[in-house]
Structure formats: structure tokens, C-alpha cells
């Protein structure tokens, strides 16, 4: 008869980040329109939540530091191979196309929450102003263009950034706004 051998993999606080990541995303992802201040602390603990796990993936325990998960391109391009080819090894923790979803993710969450930070960086008094100032002119350079893209896909309320939809509707007949009206205009005056 053989024995079963139970091993933990994930420590409690890899699980703590995981559930408290999912409920911080999605909670940032539903509030933004309607609850900024929800938004923007959902954010900042994304921010601090990966920090935790940088620090954890380099301290912490066996299956939750980065080097056990992290490989090089050519062993995850393999393994892929692998996976299709129906012979992929197993692993315990993270296998190498795991691993370089979880770098995928981190750094992923990490462009959003200080593009997030960029776009509100006007607000007075707020910690997004230094951490989005850090970096670096590459890296400014980097959040200001993302940071664009986001304000044309997504608009911000509030007027800190403006998107199409708020620079049309500003720029109808009848509505006050930033936006200006092109062509003859009538009515008195």
C-alpha cells in the first residue's frame, strides 16, 4: 500500500496576498466611476500588497521566493512545448509557465497602480505624487505614455484627466465646460 505524503507549498501569507490581491483588484476595477476614495485606497493596497510580496519573494519561504519559480525564457518556451506535446514534468509550486504568469502579473499590476498614481498625480498632498515621481526619466517616460493611453481608453472623473467621451460632451451645444465649441455660434451677443 502506498503511502500518501502531504507537502505545503503555499505559507499562509502567499494565500493571505492571493485572496486579499483578488478582493483589492476587483474592488479598485468596480469603484472607480462611482467611489474614487474606494478606488484609490483598492490601489494603494494593490501597490502595498505587492511590495509585500517582493520582499516575500526574496525572504521568504522555499516555495515562495522567486528563485523557485523564475527561469529562463528558453525553459518556459520548452515547457510549453511540453504541455502540448502531452509530457510536461510536474512540479511542486509554480511550474516555469506559472512562474512567468506570476512575473507577468506582478509587473502587469505594478504599470496599472502607478498609471493610476500618474493620472492623479495633480492632486495636492497626496503620497502618489512622490511615488510616481520616482524612477527616473525612462520611467516617468513610461508612465506618462501608458498613462495617456489609459486616460483615452478609460476617462477620469473629476477633470484631473480627460478622456474622448468627457471632451465631446463638454463640447456639445448647451454644456458648460473646458471644451470649446468650433464654428459660428449663435444666440445672443
Known amino acids: 500500500m502506498a503511502t500518501k505524503t502531504e507537502v505545503k507549498v503555499w ?3 502567499v494565500r493571505v496576498f492571493h485572496w486579499t490581491l483578488v478582493i483589492a483588484f476587483f474592488t479598485a476595477y468596480f469603484t472607480e466611476e ?3 476614495q474606494v478606488h484609490t485606497l483598492a490601489g494603494y493596497t494593490v501597490l502595498g500588497l505587492i511590495a509585500v510580496r517582493f520582499v516575500w519573494g526574496l525572504v521568504g519561504t522555499r516555495y515562495a521566493r522567486f528563485s523557485s519559480f523564475m527561469f529562463r525564457p528558453g525553459t518556459v518556451v520548452a515547457y510549453l512545448k511540453d504541455v502540448v506535446a502531452l509530457r510536461a514534468r510536474r512540479y511542486l509550486g509554480h511550474n516555469p509557465a506559472g512562474g512567468a504568469m ?3 502579473l506582478l509587473v502587469s499590476l505594478l504599470v496599472t497602480t502607478f498609471s493610476g498614481m500618474a493620472i492623479r498625480r ?8 512622490r511615488l510616481a515621481g520616482a524612477g527616473g526619466p525612462r520611467f516617468q517616460g513610461i508612465l506618462r505614455r501608458t498613462a495617456r493611453v489609459l486616460r483615452e481608453l478609460h476617462p477620469v472623473p473629476g477633470g484631473c484627466a480627460r ?3 468627457d471632451r465631446r460632451e463638454s463640447a456639445a451645444p448647451g454644456k458648460s465646460g473646458a471644451g470649446h465649441v468650433h464654428g ?4 445672443p451677443g
Do not use: E, I, N, W
Not at 122 to 129: E, I, K, L, Q
Not at 184 to 187: C, I, L, S, V, Y
Open 102 to 104: 506570476v512575473v507577468l
Open 122 to 129: 495633480r492632486a495636492p498632498g497626496r503620497p502618489a505624487v
Open 11 to 13: 505559507d499562509p501569507l
Open 184 to 187: 459660428p455660434q449663435t444666440g
Open 163 to 165: 478622456g474622448r467621451r
Open 34 to 36: 462611482d467611489l474614487l
